[in-house]
């Protein structure tokens, strides 16, 4: 079950943070954003022309540029954030900024391409907005369930926060994670960018 639910994020971080920077400048409503991001990211997917390394650093290089770092990773610290030092704040968000790139654009090089489609759009004022989707894969006879939540943002139209496939949020899962081994290693946060980067090596 764990590893079905680990393929399923995989999947979706892939079609989160793809964002060209060849995209119009005008601001988009958040479906145009959701469905641009994923047509690209799909089509990247489905690229026979470039090897899995090139789909890779592709994905890398787009995720870094729509993931809220920062946000993301104080949330998934859950009641260890008091514990982050300034002398190490640095380190640790470069550590989930490499985890995420390196790691799940690695594995998700070999995914198919296919076609996304916006289902429903919710504001939720001031905690962002939620945009749900269908993505269809090629070679998959039942479409993926993925919600968004996207948060307006000061460099770009926006940037991801969270996903949800089949009920689960990524970030969520990823904070259940970090704080079970951070219960277990006395909060150190230094312990904590130890295990990620012998992850990512």
């Known amino acids: 079950m764990a590893k ?13 943070f793809i964002q060209s920077n060849n995209l119009v400048a005008s601001p988009k409503n958040p479906s ?28 890398e290089k787009i995720f870094i540029e729509n993931l809220d770092i920062k946000r993301i990773s104080l949330f998934i610290l859950g009641p260890y954030r008091k514990n982050l030092k300034s002398t190490e704040s640095s ?10 790139s390196k790691v799940y654009a690695k594995r998700l090089s070999s995914y198919p391409s296919g076609n996304v489609k916006v289902t ?13 989707s269908l993505v269809n894969f090629n070679d998959r006879p039942n479409p993926i369930s993925i919600d968004w939540w996207i948060l307006e943002s000061s460099v770009s139209d926006y940037k991801v926060f969270d996903i949800r496939i089949s009920g ?3 970030a969520q899962e990823q904070r259940s994670t970090f704080t079970s081994f951070l219960s277990k290693n006395n909060g150190e946060i230094a312990n904590l960018i130890n295990k990620i980067e012998l992850q990512i090596k």
């Open 32 to 59: 145009q954003w959701v469905e641009d991001i994923s047509d690209q990211t799909l089509t990247i997917l489905g690229n026979d022309k470039i090897s899995s390394d090139e789909k890779a650093e592709n994905l």
């Open 4 to 16: 079905i639910i680990f393929t399923k994020v995989l999947i979706l971080i892939a079609l989160i």
């Open 120 to 132: 429903k759009v919710e504001e939720k004022g001031r905690r962002g907005i939620i945009v749900s």
């Open 168 to 170: 689960i949020w990524m």
């Open 91 to 100: 380190k640790y968000f470069n550590a989930i900024k490499n985890f995420i």
